[in-house]
């Protein structure tokens, strides 16, 4: 799936204050989106679009903060963007698929596989997906936030070469001497809080924001995937990232590709505690590449199960890493600090290890 483009387009590139799409801007996005499509390239649409189009067939003029108002604009607005993304695509003679996606969808293993499985057979079949998060179903706790998240979790997904997150400006902007200068490119590694940026103003209808955009290219380039960010409204502006142009601003994708279980419990599995480790726990973790063992362990916090992922965490707050738990949190709890021989005692046929060194990933 090396030739996978994820390509996401945004509320205020799509919808004009009014609540009305832009179809000159639809259009010729799709154009584009076909023409990867014929050349053999794999395109995925991650479109936002349905709750602003939702609110203004609904008379709404500014985004309410209300989740069943939220909701409802979403179940009026939904089915007909996709319905115009269906005549959009049919006059290319390229057929898209709608696909909605909770982040629960991705939090367990088995959905997360089906859901890539069924992506993997859409792209060799021919059709284009267009995915957005399924606002109607999901909850404050269950969603992605924005879908510039989204958009990155489904570049991982699909071990996509590119993710294009297409937005109202043509890259970001740095504060300079005679005004803000665009940034080219964010050296790999950055951390998102690093990057100095000039204070512009947002359009104010969709979700996300900068912020967004820079967590989820740290989150996508993490794994690998190139992340770009530029202006939505530019003619050509999607082929010429897939050809790899010097457009908008570029994130490289980072050396040293995580495996897909490790992507999938870093940026998909949500964190339902914290373990604290001590100092030689920290060193066998990063250094050795060992199994956590109760010795190492002083402090445990949440409530989670056998199967849970928790946060790892050092004893002066530092991340360490995130694994998936063979205790829960009581029975962590009763072996704090004890050798295996003596956690043994105290749980009989539970296992040696808290976190097996294979469903660990370290930050």
Same mark, same amino acid.
């Given at each position: ?12 590139t ?17 154009a ?7 050349a ?30 939220l ?8 089915g ?26 991705l ?6 596989l ?6 993997e ?44 997150l297409?937005?109202d ?7 300079g ?10 050296a790999?590694g ?13 359009s104010?209808?969709?979700?996300g ?13 993490g ?20 050809a ?6 570029r994130?490289?994708g980072r ?24 100092d ?13 063992l109760?010795?190492?362990?002083t ?14 965490m ?8 995130? #694994? ?7 029975e962590?709890?009763?072996?704090? #600090?004890?050798?295996?021989d ?5 749980l ?5 290890e ?7 990933v370290?930050?």
């Amino acid at each position: 799936m090396s030739h996978v483009i994820v390509i996401k387009v945004g509320s205020s590139t799509l919808v004009d204050e009014q609540g009305h799409l832009r179809d000159d801007v639809l259009d010729a996005r799709v154009a584009e989106i076909a023409a990867l499509r014929d050349a053999g390239m794999r395109p995925v649409l991650v479109s936002s679009g349905a709750i602003a189009c939702g609110l203004g067939v609904l008379g709404i003029a500014a985004r309410p903060d209300a989740l069943p108002d939220l909701q409802a604009a979403s179940a009026v607005g939904q089915g007909a963007l996709f319905a115009r993304y269906i005549a959009a695509f049919s006059a290319h003679g390229t057929t898209p698929a709608q696909v909605l996606l909770t982040s629960a969808d991705l939090e367990q293993r088995t959905s997360y596989l089906n859901a890539r499985n069924t992506l993997e057979r859409l792209l060799e079949l021919g059709a284009v997906p267009v995915i957005n998060e399924n606002d109607t179903t999901a909850t404050d706790e269950l969603t992605f936030g924005d879908n510039d998240v989204l958009a990155a979790q489904v570049a991982i997904l699909l071990r996509a070469r590119t993710l294009l997150l297409l937005t109202d400006r043509d890259g970001l902007y740095a504060p300079g001497a005679d005004g803000p200068v665009r940034i080219g490119e964010v050296a790999a590694g950055t951390r998102p809080e690093d990057v100095e940026l000039a204070d512009l103003p947002g359009s104010g209808i969709g979700s996300g924001g900068i912020a967004s955009k820079l967590a989820s290219a740290s989150i996508a380039t993490g794994c690998g995937v190139t992340c770009i960010i530029a202006s939505g409204r530019d003619a050509g502006v999607i082929p010429a990232a897939a050809a790899g142009e010097a457009i908008g601003t570029r994130f490289p994708g980072r050396e040293g590709e995580a495996n897909s279980f490790k992507s999938w419990l870093r940026h998909a599995k949500p964190s339902m505690g914290t373990i604290t480790v001590d100092d030689g726990a920290v060193r066998a973790l990063l250094e050795k590449g060992t199994s956590l063992l109760p010795v190492g362990v002083t402090a445990c916090d949440g409530r989670f199960s056998a199967g849970d992922a928790v946060t790892v965490m050092g004893p002066d707050g530092t991340e360490v890493g995130k #694994g998936i738990v063979e205790m829960s949190h009581d029975e962590v709890a009763k072996v704090l #600090g004890m050798r295996s021989d003596a956690a043994r005692e105290v749980l009989p046929g539970a296992s040696a290890e808290i976190i097996h060194r294979d469903r660990l990933v370290v930050s």
